[in-house]
């Protein structure tokens, strides 16, 4: 008989909120993220906006010298740990810290730490580099620094599948549990690569937008009038369980993480297949993961990037697999607020179904305004809905080809 996988704590650090009470109050009332960046001098750059954490103090969170040691990332993956674990009650001790594990996903790792130490090399000389610049550069450090604070000594990894690192990462912590290498994992993904040289590689690439007159409108998924991404930063933490391992200790269970489905379209380095075949399998294999039919599916958190080709070939995909069953799923992208934090998106939206199937209730896409002919499911559009919610999907695409796709499902005992 296959481990049944729970989740038991949420944690959080958004564009619209610095936990998840905040992020979800946000979601509902249709708040963006979006505003010019602060994080650089964005003047000279096609794209001058972006959706910023905001408000985020590490110094008061950490203390000024740890946070000091910690790329933006790592201090994001920390907090929204901290937040998620506080939830779930889980006390990690002598008695329990070998079993649990840790999956931190990063698209791209500490990206800022590099640029700032390159600075300093480029006008200081070499001898002048922080001898933290590694352990803070390194995609797997939010992994390593959380093992240290909290004392997991189980399973700790890293995982990088550019867009889809937080869906990967949360589906393989879910199958190192079901294969018993842990009975809790700490699991998510973190990212904070706001910085000129991200944002003007995406610019040259034509993947922004460039809204700059109304930066709140300018993440628009699905609408007609859509033309690039927003980019975002931040990071979900789930803390992942064993069923048996969770009412063992009486947790709170929130909801359980039944199926998981990964591909590759094996088509081009960026650009997603028109007709979405890797999307559809690995949509495909979540549901059988998850022993769910396709009349089951009752929300579909889309990746939904604001893209003309990513939000076209996801509705292909959609509604390749699920046939006339399709118009009848609700489908709404959380992007049209929290911008897209890359490798932590999947993440993110992963806590956001879960809230969804707590609160029975489904996140807008904002900005849809115009209806676009090849985009034509109901995505939810600029208002939030209650609906009867019994098993939801995520799905995260990324550079590569990567597809991912999760199902959460309420809780039965």
Excluded at 79 to 105: W, Y
């Amino acid at each position: 008989m296959r481990t049944r996988v729970v989740i038991t704590g949420l944690g959080c650090v958004s564009p619209v909120g610095n936990n998840v009470k905040e992020t979800w109050e946000g979601l509902l009332a249709g708040k963006s993220g979006m505003a010019p960046i602060t994080h650089f001098d964005a003047s000279a750059h096609k794209t001058k906006f972006a959706a910023e954490v905001k408000g985020f103090d590490p110094a008061a969170r950490f203390g000024t010298r740890d946070a000091r040691k910690m790329d933006r990332f790592t201090q994001f993956a920390t907090a929204a740990t901290l937040e998620a674990l506080a939830q779930s009650g889980l006390t990690i001790d002598e008695n329990n810290r070998d079993r649990v594990g840790i999956l931190i996903g990063s698209g791209i790792g500490g990206i800022g730490t590099l640029i700032e130490q390159y600075e300093i090399l480029r006008q200081r000389g070499p001898e002048r580099v922080s001898p933290f610049l590694i352990p803070m550069m390194i995609s797997d450090s939010a992994a390593g620094n959380i093992a240290i604070r909290v004392g997991a000594r189980g399973p700790n990894m890293s995982l990088a599948t550019a867009c889809a690192s937080g869906t990967n990462s949360l589906g393989e912590a879910a199958e190192m549990i079901r294969r018993g290498a842990a009975d809790v994992m700490i699991a998510g993904a973190a990212e904070a690569a706001i910085t000129a040289i991200a944002m003007a590689g995406m610019n040259v690439m034509t993947a922004l937008s460039t809204r700059n007159d109304a930066p709140e409108k300018a993440s628009r998924p699905f609408d007609k009038d859509r033309d690039g991404f927003v980019m975002g930063e931040g990071a979900g933490i789930l803390i992942m369980e064993s069923l048996e391992h969770a009412q063992a200790r009486g947790a709170n269970i929130l909801c359980e993480f039944t199926g998981y489905g990964t591909t590759d379209d094996a088509h081009h380095i960026s650009a997603p297949a028109e007709n979405g075949a890797g999307a559809v399998i690995s949509m495909q294999l979540a549901l059988k993961n998850a022993g769910l039919k396709l009349d089951e599916v009752d929300y579909i958190n889309a990746h939904g990037t604001s893209t003309h080709l990513n939000d076209k070939s996801e509705t292909t995909a959609i509604k390749t697999l699920f046939g006339a069953q399709a118009y009848k799923i609700p489908v709404s992208s959380t992007k049209s607020m929290t911008g897209h934090l890359l490798g932590a998106s999947g993440a993110l939206e992963g806590i956001i179904c879960a809230m969804a199937l707590l609160n029975q209730t489904l996140p807008p896409t904002i900005n849809y305004e115009t209806p676009d002919p090849d985009c034509d499911l109901d995505y939810v559009p600029n208002q939030p809905r209650k609906a009867e919610l019994r098993n939801v999907i995520s799905n995260s695409f990324g550079f590569g080809g990567h597809n991912a796709t999760l199902a959460m499902s309420r809780f039965k005992e």
